[in-house]
């Protein structure tokens, strides 16, 4: 009942074009037309010399779609804000990198299978805040706050969006241009452990971008929390599932060769997916028998209002999900308990 009614919300999701991407390529007009409605949804600018480049690549994509929805049937393949993108321009949209992730990290609690409900949304309960739209390689940044707001708002009753750009800023040293932007969420958790603190979303305007750390005189949007450390989940679809019962659970997967960026709705599976190295952070929300229910932050237009229905039960290695599983402790600080 549960998966069904998440999967029944989406059906309205994403643009709705008057011409489908079967019909798209079925006449140069036909593309042409639906290669407007596109551009009159998303508003890229391009120099117009780069026009016709944009709709080849277009075309690719609705070729993609194509091929998708005529193999599978659990999940349905759309037109994306990333239609006409180059691979190097959805390549911004990522950001992890796995090699820097940290040793660190405790195990898991581990919970009884037999004392799993059969679902659990932490949306349901109001403890997710809307989906962003990550510009630059900031997707470990957002996969770091949506754990610790839902903690928050366990600990306080109050839902506040944390400043992922302070994450993006301050983590890493500036200037480490190898890096590019991109991180890891345990790092981001341990950086909140050692400083203590993490600024509001409302006094950090997202940039995506590095920028200088410096956040002095800025509220402490965790005054009276600590993070004291994380913790890594199994590795297996049932390690996500038990980190879920504590709250949402930063994960990993490989979205290069995924077809991910095409991905509108359904049960998502792709077994052809290469498993090889995880490029991108996101952050599991929920779960049902059937799904895991994944937060992304590639804005409501891209996805099932830019969220992504895990299949669960698939053999094979799942596009790494399972592999990098962590989720943040909360707890409030002592030094703070007479306070309010
Ligand atoms: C990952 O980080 C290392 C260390 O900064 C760097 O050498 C490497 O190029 C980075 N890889 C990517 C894909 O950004």
């Not at 345990?186 to 409302?202: E, H, Q, Y």
């Not at 895991?292 to 209002?305: A, E, F, H």
């Amino acid at each position: 009942m549960n998966s069904l009614l998440f999967v029944l919300l989406g059906l309205t999701s994403c643009y709705a074009y008057s011409v489908t991407p079967e019909q798209g390529l079925q006449s140069s007009r036909a593309l042409l037309s639906l290669y407007q409605e596109f551009q009159s949804q998303v508003n890229h600018e391009y120099d117009p010399a780069e026009v016709s480049m944009r709709i080849k690549i277009f075309r690719n994509t609705l070729k993609s779609i194509a091929e998708v929805n005529s193999q599978q049937s659990s999940w349905k393949a759309g037109v994306t804000k990333f239609a006409d993108m180059t691979e190097a321009e959805i390549n911004q949209y990522r950001g992890l990198n796995a090699s820097l992730f940290t040793q660190g990290g405790e195990d898991p609690v581990q919970v009884v299978p037999a004392k799993l409900g059969s679902s659990l949304d932490w949306r349901a309960r109001g403890h997710v805040t809307p989906v962003k739209d990550q510009m630059g390689n900031s997707c470990w940044t957002f996969a770091t706050v949506t754990c610790i707001e839902a903690l928050y708002k366990g600990q306080t009753q109050r839902l506040v969006e944390f400043a992922d750009q302070e994450l993006m800023d301050c983590v890493y040293p500036t200037n480490d241009a190898g890096r590019n932007g991109r991180g890891t969420y345990n790092a981001a958790f341990d950086w909140i452990k050692k400083t203590g603190r993490l600024g509001l979303r409302s006094e950090a305007p997202h940039t995506g971008v590095d920028g200088p750390c410096n956040y002095r005189g800025k509220t402490n949007g965790l005054a009276g929390y600590s993070v004291t450390g994380y913790r890594n989940t199994d590795i297996n679809e049932g390690g996500i599932v038990a980190g879920l019962t504590q709250g949402p659970v930063a994960v990993a997967l490989q979205t290069q060769g995924s077809r991910l960026d095409i991905y509108t709705r359904g049960l998502y599976h792709y077994s052809t997916c290469p498993g090889t190295f995880a490029d991108h952070a996101v952050t599991a929300v929920g779960y049902t028998r059937e799904v895991i229910v994944i937060k992304n932050s590639w804005g409501t237009n891209w996805g099932d209002r830019g969220y992504l229905f895990w299949a669960r039960g698939q053999k094979g290695h799942n596009c790494m999900l399972y592999h990098h599983g962590s989720y943040p402790l909360l707890s409030r600080s002592a030094e703070e308990e007479v306070e309010e």
